[in-house]
């Protein structure tokens, strides 16, 4: 079944330490997009990549860093640099990034908590 | 940016109640999102329309582009409906065009 895959679906981090959520489809989709959602929020575009070896900042970008150096893969690394991480975080994917026209699949997210 | 509200924020129902979720915008879009976010947290996309109506089993949802509103619709709600029902919308754009709602979270009793 295609579809997309993120791990861990939980993850503790300490004070410090830079992790890194992995996502990977196996839908052929060219987009690809981490999203945060945090309590009584709407969802909010960390990093989106159109192709491989190309990425755009999103409206949170900062204290993230991502790379797409295969179509299927986009990991997002939390660097130490983000000062409220703690947070559930979506992988999703589309064709493409006609968010007019295209549907967008997402993953089952990661729970990410900073201890 | 859209400004994307939805009600009621909590809604309770029994079991066979008929259901309507609202989304209202501020600033004309191309489509609009309905996704559906279970329990464990992944999100499943359920309609993506920009006009008139869609219905997928005991699901409907319309949209009225004059009024800037959309409506999502159960019928015959059963408790695995409950969920979180999110709205999106998008004015064009690339990526970046996607403004979420907060979410109506939905509990159904037997």
């Known amino acids: 079944d295609g579809g997309i895959t993120q791990s861990p679906k939980y993850l503790f981090r300490k004070e410090g330490q830079n992790v890194t959520l992995s996502c990977e489809q196996n839908?052929?989709?060219?987009?690809m997009y981490w999203y945060r959602q945090d309590p009584g929020q709407g969802l909010r575009l960390i990093y989106y990549?159109?192709?491989?070896?190309?990425?755009q900042k999103g409206d949170i970008a900062e204290g993230y860093s991502v790379s797409r150096e295969k179509k299927e893969s986009f990991p997002l690394t939390v660097t130490s640099a983000q000062k409220n991480p703690t947070a559930f975080y979506l992988c999703a994917s589309s064709i493409g990034i006609a968010q007019w026209r295209d549907t967008i699949y997402f993953g089952e997210g990661s729970w990410l908590t900073v201890v | 940016k859209n400004e994307v509200e939805q009600s009621p924020q909590n809604l309770t129902a029994q079991e066979g109640e008929f259901i309507t979720i609202n989304c209202s915008y501020s600033v004309g879009i191309s489509a609009l999102h309905w996704l559906q976010q279970h329990p464990g947290g992944g999100i499943v996309s359920l309609f993506m329309?920009?006009?008139g109506k869609k219905k997928h089993g005991r699901l409907i949802a319309t949209i009225n582009i004059q009024e800037k509103h959309s409506s999502l619709h159960i019928t015959a709600s059963h408790p695995r409906d409950s969920a979180v029902y999110i709205c999106?919308?998008?004015?064009?754009?690339?990526?970046?065009?996607?403004?979420f709602g907060k979410g109506t979270h939905l509990i159904i009793q037997p």
């Open positions: 839908l052929n989709h060219d987009a």
């Open positions: 999106a919308v998008t004015s064009g754009g690339g990526a970046d065009g996607l403004t």
């Open positions: 990549s159109q192709i491989v070896n190309d990425f």
């Open positions: 329309l920009s006009s």
